[in-house]
């Protein structure tokens, strides 16, 4: 059996998300870089792998996939190591939940909304749109309270199953949040997801997929 292959940015919270599958899994694989926002875009033969020129895509041992969450869960089913989903229905119903909550309704103004205009803009020279950012805090802010309602209470992960996908898909985007004066603020009004996230920060697995852009 080769090891997998994944293919797609380092900066990529998406990416990012498969890898600490990989990593919490001990699966050795290798990263592919794509970048899907280089001048020309992605290499032509990369729509064969995935067909809307998005990241991640993945291959192994002749099984191609693409999207996060297939990605992901297929990790999590076809090799060893620790489970990264809950066993019982509700559980796992609770960890699909918050990675859906997180796809829908966090990953735009977290990440474009907020992480980009207050931390990228300016790294990249363009001006900040101030506006982009006031309109996405009150959606960030939402998305932060039912992500700390929803949070096991007794912690330090989001369900009492351990680490979980659940936690592997937000993980990479409240590092990138976080970064921003606004979404260390709106992290800090959430102290269970603060804790949270100050559990999640030290594991092993987001030392190694830590991103050029943090």
Not at 176 to 204: I, N, T
Request: glycine fraction near 6%.
């Amino acid at each position: 059996m080769t090891d997998p292959i994944l293919f797609g940015a380092a900066y990529s919270v998406y990416v990012r998300a498969a890898r600490l599958a990989l990593e919490e899994k001990g699966v050795p694989y290798r990263l592919v870089e794509i970048d899907i926002f280089a001048a020309d875009g992605p290499p032509p033969d990369y729509l064969e792998r995935h067909p809307f020129k998005r990241i991640p895509a993945f291959e192994h041992d002749g099984f191609r996939l693409y999207e996060a969450g297939a990605i992901t869960r297929y990790v999590d089913d076809a090799f060893a190591g620790p489970p990264l989903m809950p066993s019982t229905p509700r559980a796992r119903a609770r960890a699909n939940q918050i990675i859906s909550i997180i796809d829908s309704y966090g990953y735009r103004p977290l990440i474009w909304d907020i992480f980009v205009e207050r931390v990228r803009a300016p790294a990249e020279g363009r001006g900040t749109d101030e506006a982009k950012i006031a309109a996405a805090i009150p959606k960030a802010r939402l998305c932060l309270q039912a992500l700390g309602e929803l949070a096991d209470s007794k912690g330090p992960y989001l369900t009492d199953s351990g680490v979980t996908l659940a936690d592997l898909h937000a993980a990479p985007m409240v590092a990138y949040f976080s970064m921003a004066k606004e979404g260390a603020e709106l992290l800090a009004a959430q102290p269970r997801l603060l804790a949270w996230w100050h559990a999640m920060r030290e594991r092993p697995s987001m030392a190694a997929t830590r991103s050029p852009l943090e």
